[in-house]
């Protein structure tokens, strides 16, 4: 469940991953600023480490007031 709109923790509520199949049925994982149908950006990985890792990149990013796509 996100934080509610308003909220200063609203943004890095959001994010998350999500475990998804590509195009040609491979085992995706996709970091997120929310849940399918609600997302404005996303970045496909093919493993989960490396989702693991720009997760943890986006959120640092948000602590420090960068912005998340300058990362």
């Known amino acids: 469940m996100s934080a509610k709109k308003g909220n200063k923790n609203a943004l890095k509520n959001k994010w998350c991953i999500i475990k998804g199949m590509s195009e040609d049925g491979m085992v995706q994982y996709e970091v997120s ?14 493993t989960f480490e490396d989702a693991i890792d720009r997760l943890k990149e986006i959120k ?12």
């Open 33 to 46: 600023d929310d849940v399918v149908d609600m997302r404005t950006v996303s970045y496909d990985f093919d």
């Open 60 to 71: 640092l990013a948000i602590l420090n007031g960068d912005d998340h796509a300058s990362v």
